[in-house]
């Protein structure tokens, strides 16, 4: 038996990282495991089965360090294998624990904040394709007319360090331009990517003052706190060490770089083998 039972937080690279700051924010006294599969990323332009198995494999990795809850903090894995794995592998393989992903949490609230029933979704093409989001958005909100925009060069502007600087306004101008020339009413415009947050006040400097921008993080976390107030069994199986624990599939002085972008913070982290 594990004597750390931390929340486990997957992601297929550093993007995840803005959601799991956001959630040590609002619950600070929990021990976590990050782990982002940078070996293997990115998972946007893989198959469903594919990142099935790769999520999959980070799981049940999870769960072999004590995890018994897994946030899957990572779009193309929310949309791509998160019900697979809740309604086939759990009952199967760890009928006690539990994965949850950041779309639910994002699209059964997101209707709150239009007021014109005009909603825009900025995402990876991977995300996009699998139109996740709209089915999502459909059961909370069926009265909303929501436009998707793929963003193919966000994420590499963030990790390639360009998230800041002047060449990347042109990319987020002409993304904004054309979501909101398709649908001008839009009031509320949600990143559906992890990374997205690095270049909000870009995103917002393209943005008429009426438009709502949403980031994921903090609905993850507010949803995440919710969900353990409802679930004290699962509350009461986690420890509150307030450790943090870091991995990756890659080199980890390159992501130790790389986390500090989107953590905040310096971090050291481990190599981890998912195969």
């Not at 995890?67 to 809740?86: D, G």
Request: aromatic share 10%; charged share 20%.
């Amino acid at each position: 038996m594990a004597t750390n039972c931390p929340i486990g937080i997957f992601d297929s690279g550093y993007g995840g990282l803005t959601v799991m700051k956001e959630i040590v924010k609002r619950l600070p006294d929990y021990d976590y495991i990050y782990l982002g599969d940078n070996a293997r990323t990115p998972y946007g332009n893989r198959s469903f089965d594919t990142v099935y198995r790769y999520t999959l494999q980070a799981v049940q990795w999870f769960f072999e360090r004590g995890c018994p809850l897994v946030v899957l903090a990572c779009n193309t894995a929310s949309a791509k294998a998160l019900r697979t794995i809740q309604q086939n592998d759990l009952p199967r393989i760890a009928p006690d624990r539990r994965v949850l992903g950041v779309i639910r949490p994002t699209t059964e609230v997101v209707g709150e904040y239009s007021k014109s029933g005009k909603v825009g979704v900025m995402a990876t093409n991977g995300t996009v394709q699998s139109g996740s989001y709209l089915i999502e958005i459909e059961k909370f909100f069926p009265q909303l007319d929501v436009e998707q925009e793929a963003c193919p060069m966000w994420v590499p502007l963030v990790e390639n360090g360009e998230y800041d600087h002047p060449g990347a306004d042109y990319f987020i101008r002409q993304h904004v331009n054309r979501l909101l020339g398709r649908s001008p009413e839009i009031d509320t415009i949600l990143l559906a990517c992890t990374h997205y947050p690095l270049l909000s006040q870009k995103i917002r400097a393209c943005l008429p003052d009426k438009v709502k921008l949403i980031s994921q993080g903090p609905l993850v976390a507010a949803s995440l706190e919710e969900y353990l107030a409802r679930h004290p069994e699962m509350d009461q199986r986690l420890t509150r060490g307030a450790s943090r624990n870091f991995f990756t599939t890659d080199d980890t002085t390159a992501f130790n770089q790389q986390a500090r972008v989107f953590l905040g913070e310096p971090i050291q982290s481990q190599r981890a083998d998912l195969v």
